[in-house]
C-alpha cells in the first residue's frame, strides 16, 4: 500500500520549525525518494562514459558533447544500420523506434518524443530541443537476450540536415546499450536540485582530471550571463573516486545545466561517470 509524503511546508508543524529533524528527515529519505513516496521528489541516476579522451576537457558523454544552444534546434535522428527499422514492411530486427527526452522549453519542463526510425535514412522529430539529456531505444524488432541485444548499431541523434551531434547510442563488441550515456543533466524552471553521490571512475594505470560544472540561469541568453562554475574538482583520479557527502552538492536552482568533464592527464583514457541528482519543486 503506498503513501504520498507531503512537502515540508505542508507539515502540520505544532510549533516545530520547518528543519525540524522529523520534518527535513521524511522529506530526505532516500528509499522514499526512490519509490516516489515524497510529494514533489523525483530521484534521477545520470551516467556517461567517454573513450579516448584527451587533454581538453570534454563532457563525459559517449559523444563528448552536451549541446546548450540559446535557442530550440531542429533535430533527427539516424542509425548505421539497416536493420533498425519501423517504418517499412517487414520491420528490422534492431531497433525500431527510439525515445528523446530533455528541454525544449525551460518554463515547460522535461518533454519527450518518440520517433520511429528508417534505417539509414534520417528521420526529423517534430519537437525542437533545448537540451537532450538522454536518448534510448523504445521499441526492438527482437526479443533481447544475454546473446542477443536489442539493437547492434550505432543511432545519432543530430541537427537537422547531418548537422552537428547532439547524442548517440552505441554497442560494446556488438551489443547495443539501448540508451545513450550523458554525464549531464538540464533542470527546468520551478525545480531544485541537489547531487547526493556520484563515482568516477578513469582507465586502469591512467590518470584525469573530472569537475562537475553548473551554469545556472540558462534561459538568460543575451549579455551579461552568469558563469558556468566548477562546484567539484578532482586532479589526479587514478582508478575510481567516489563522493558521498554528508550534506550533498547544491541546491542548483532551475533552469541549470549541471554535469561532469574529464579529461587526461597525458595522452588519453576512457573516463566515466555517474551521479544521482534529486529534482525537487521549488
Avoid at 71 to 89: F, I, K, P, R, Y
Avoid at 151 to 172: F, K, N, P
Wanted: proline share 5%; aromatic share 8%; hydrophobic share 40%.
Amino acid at each position: 500500500m503506498s503513501r504520498i509524503i507531503p512537502k515540508y511546508y505542508e507539515y502540520d508543524l505544532g510549533g516545530r520549525t520547518r528543519m525540524d529533524a522529523t520534518v527535513a528527515l521524511a522529506n530526505s529519505d532516500p528509499m522514499l525518494i526512490s519509490r516516489r513516496l515524497i510529494d514533489g521528489a523525483v530521484a534521477t541516476r545520470k551516467f556517461g562514459a567517454a573513450l579516448s579522451v584527451g587533454t581538453s576537457l570534454v563532457p563525459i558523454a559517449t559523444s563528448q558533447v552536451y549541446r546548450t544552444p540559446v535557442a530550440a534546434a531542429a533535430l533527427e535522428v539516424v542509425s548505421d544500420s539497416t536493420n533498425d527499422n519501423g517504418t517499412t514492411s517487414p520491420l528490422g530486427s534492431g531497433a525500431l523506434s527510439v525515445e528523446v527526452i530533455g528541454i525544449a522549453d525551460w518554463n515547460v519542463g522535461e518533454v519527450s518524443e518518440t520517433v520511429t526510425l528508417n534505417g539509414t535514412t534520417a528521420v526529423a522529430l517534430s519537437t525542437s530541443f533545448l537540451r537532450v539529456y538522454r536518448m534510448k531505444v523504445a521499441t526492438s524488432g527482437s526479443y533481447a537476450t544475454s546473446v542477443a541485444p536489442s539493437h547492434s548499431s550505432t543511432i545519432t541523434l543530430r541537427e537537422s540536415g547531418a548537422g552537428d551531434e547532439w547524442a548517440s547510442m552505441s554497442s560494446v563488441g556488438g551489443f547495443g546499450l539501448g540508451q545513450s550515456e550523458i554525464a549531464a543533466y538540464s533542470i527546468p524552471t520551478g525545480k531544485v536540485g541537489i547531487m547526493s553521490k556520484a563515482s568516477i571512475f578513469v582507465e586502469a594505470s591512467k590518470t584525469g582530471t573530472v569537475i562537475f560544472f553548473e551554469r545556472p540561469n540558462a534561459d538568460i541568453v543575451t549579455a551579461p550571463f552568469d558563469v558556468m562554475r566548477s562546484k567539484l574538482t578532482i586532479h589526479n583520479v587514478d582508478g575510481g573516486f567516489n563522493a558521498d557527502p554528508i550534506v550533498p552538492y547544491g541546491p542548483f536552482i532551475g533552469p541549470c545545466d549541471v554535469g561532469w568533464m574529464g579529461a587526461a592527464t597525458s595522452q588519453t583514457a576512457n573516463i566515466s561517470a555517474s551521479f544521482t541528482i534529486v529534482i525537487f519543486d521549488a
